[in-house]
């Protein structure tokens, strides 16, 4: 796999991931104890959406995922030729 190959995947799995990430711990205006609402805001909009955390928590998921890619892909050779999608015609093989 060469470099840039790395950093698109890795790239990917990082956005994925931090989808996955962002629903948690997430507190909206109406469930928080303060009863003022900020201006020019939905009452679901979180009131300390804490991104940093979430980014830094994003990046390590990406890691570890990529970490797990990247073992399978060029340590065990997995491929997609290892996938059964459909059997393939005999006229083909």
Known sequence: MSLVSGLAIYFVIWWIALLLVLPFGVKTQVDSS????HLGTT???PTKPMMVRKILATTILAAV????????IEVWGFGLEDLDFLPMPDSLR
């Not at 995922?65 to 399978?72: D, E, H, I, P, W």
Request: proline share 0%; aromatic share 20%; hydrophobic share 35%.
């Open 43 to 45: 009452k679901s909009a």
């Open 65 to 72: 995922l990529f970490g797990l890619y990247y073992t399978a």
């Open 34 to 37: 303060e009863q003022e609402r």
